[in-house]
């Protein structure tokens, strides 16, 4: 359980219980059953981290709703867009083992998540974990209801793959910003778990050129 449910459960069900006392039981009800929701949506449940060489997980559970070519700071990347709804799990964790290299807060506006231009018009937070030999960039996007980005890590910090990092609260989504060599492992409607589903494989021409000649010493 991420600490911010019990900020936003407790006062609720403070006030059902004085709402119960001075009416009845039944008046208390929607106080706490928003305080039940909270406590919900904020659940933190452990995840399997895959531990295969090169793999990118995903930094948060949701729909991809995109696969795309893109162009950042002048170098071609693969974007993968992952769609948060208000029922998903809003943790994020790091999608490589690496140091974070570069961190970029940006306050924006709070248009639908779904639309291509919330990437870059609403309120975002840009990191940058370099580790595998590569640089891998994922946003925190804010959407509709969402109002605040938490990133609890700064530049210098090492993070491990699937490590949590942060939060998202309500409605939102995440972008991971990857080497167009990586192999993508998704589709759009796909449904992932952060932390547990690769997106990607970094470096996969290295990687076979590294398994060729283990397969070669093998056959000696």
């Known amino acids: ?9 407790l006062p609720l069900v403070g006030a ?15 106080a706490l059953l928003l305080a039940f ?10 995840r399997m981290i895959p531990d295969a060489i090169g793999a990118v997980v995903s930094p948060a559970d949701g729909k991809v709703t ?31 083992a690496g140091t974070i290299t570069d961190v970029k807060y940006q306050k924006g506006k709070f248009m639908n ?30 959407g509709l209801l969402a109002r605040r980005i938490v990133f609890n890590r700064k530049v210098g910090d090492r993070v491990q793959r699937g490590e949590r990092i942060g939060l998202i609260k309500f409605g939102s989504r ?15 409607g796909d449904m992932v778990k952060g932390g547990s589903s690769v997106l990607a494989y970094l470096n996969v021409k290295e990687l076979a050129i590294a398994g060729a000649g283990h397969t070669e010493q093998g056959a000696h």
């Open 113 to 142: 998540a779904m639309s291509e231009a919330s990437a870059d018009e609403n309120e975002h937070n840009v990191v940058s974990v370099q580790g595998e030999g590569s640089v891998v960039v994922f946003k925190q996007i804010a």
């Open 37 to 46: 929701f909270f406590l919900w949506f904020f659940r933190d449940p452990e």
């Open 66 to 96: 995109g696969v795309s070519s893109t162009t950042a700071n002048g170098r071609p990347q693969t974007r993968i867009s992952i769609f948060l709804n208000v029922f998903n799990v809003h943790v994020n964790r790091s999608p490589i």
């Open 1 to 9: 359980m991420v600490s911010d449910g019990y900020y936003y459960a």
């Open 16 to 30: 059902g219980i004085l709402i119960g006392w001075l009416t009845s039981p039944w008046w208390a009800m929607p």
């Open 174 to 188: 995440v972008d991971v910003l990857l080497d167009p060599d990586a192999k993508v492992q998704i589709k759009v």
